[in-house]
């Protein structure tokens, strides 16, 4: 009898710590801030994100990256390198969307048929205050 009480009790504290563990997460709006260019602090951001994704579930997510400043160096790179290419399409697998600063495109002198994959849409006039509008539409913003 003793021996069956030992067992219950393991059985709920067992169940216990799974619920505990099982989150559920509200519906997220993210927008990630990417300015820098080192290459390994994109990749970190973007695993960042990929953990998010895994985390929180594709469908209770809106994910915007805004990138400007040297990041954009990235999207020029990625536009002949496999490796950067695999990783943006995997992100945009997951419905995360890219917006690309379109005073950097500007200050690059370069056009979105330089950059991998990027559509008219995509740009926004000013990174910035394309952060502060989607903070206005209730996006939380990250920046790691």
Do not use: W
Not at 39 to 67: C, Q, W, Y
């Amino acid at each position: 009898m003793i021996r069956l009480f030992q067992t219950m009790i393991l059985l709920i504290s067992l169940v216990q710590t799974s619920l505990a563990l099982a989150q559920v997460y509200a519906p997220q709006k993210v927008v990630y801030h990417v300015n820098y260019g080192d290459v390994s602090r994109i990749h970190a951001t973007f695993g960042n994100i990929n953990n998010h994704v895994a985390a929180v579930g594709e469908d209770n997510l809106d994910i915007k990256v805004m990138i400007h400043g040297a990041a954009l160096e990235y999207f020029l790179d990625a536009a002949d390198n496999d490796e950067k290419q695999m990783m943006l399409d995997s992100l945009r697998f997951q419905n995360v969307h890219f917006l690309i600063c379109g005073n950097t495109l500007n200050g690059y002198q370069r056009t979105i048929d330089d950059l991998y994959d990027v559509e008219e849409e995509d740009v926004v006039q000013a990174g910035l205050p394309g952060i502060v509008a989607l903070q206005q539409q209730g996006y939380i913003y990250v920046r790691p």
